[in-house]
């Protein structure tokens, strides 16, 4: 039975064996066997992995988001949101999501069509411009856990963000921008 070997226990091996020549068996400089094993090949998948790895980064995408305030108390924010509403007229999306009490977590229903997410906390990840409450350390590195924050949108320029910005502070003087790296690609 074969036990999985990680990229960094393949690269000590292979340089622990460049290293110390073996006087009982002959090599050739291209390729290293290992009870059967073609490190050559495995280095060649572990480099095709490498790679997906590094295009997965592309799906990230940098955010601007506009938050106006965050606190811990969802009821504050949720109240705050909705006189955010009527001041700018700027619709709010929950995406479903709700404060589920018990959880002490803004969650989608537990019956949700998403199963995976289903009873738990779902993003916003896309831009967009509309009102929500939204954990902080999704958006911002560092951000204290199960801080709520109340997002007014989330642009991919941030000169967009800096307008909605300007008028929001008239309004609002706690509010704030986050530069974010957001994760696009599928959550499932």
């Given at each position: ?109 537990d019956n949700d069509e998403d199963e995976m997410y ?18 902080l350390d999704f958006y911002q590195l560092g951000a ?45």
């Amino acid at each position: 039975m074969y036990k999985k070997i990680s990229l960094n226990t393949l690269i000590l091996l292979l340089v622990l064996l460049s290293s110390c020549e073996s006087q009982k068996t002959q090599q050739s400089k291209n390729s290293v066997q290992i009870e059967g094993l073609d490190l050559d090949k495995i280095l060649k998948i572990n480099d095709s992995a490498i790679n997906v790895e590094a295009e997965d980064t592309s799906e990230y995408a940098t955010l601007f988001v506009v938050i106006a305030d965050t606190s811990p108390d969802y009821a504050m924010l949720h109240q705050k949101m909705f006189d955010l509403h009527q001041k700018l007229n700027i619709p709010i999306d929950t995406m479903g999501r709700y404060y589920n009490e018990s959880k002490n977590l803004i969650a989608l229903p537990d019956n949700d069509e998403d199963e995976m997410y289903a009873g738990d906390y779902f993003p916003r990840r896309f831009p967009s411009e509309n009102l929500s409450l939204e954990y902080l350390d999704f958006y911002q590195l560092g951000a204290r856990e199960k801080t709520i924050a109340l997002v007014v949108g989330l642009y991919d320029t941030e000169e967009n963000a800096d307008s909605i910005l300007a008028v929001l502070k008239n309004i609002e003087n706690k509010s704030f921008k986050v530069k974010a790296e957001i994760y696009m690609g599928c959550m499932h």
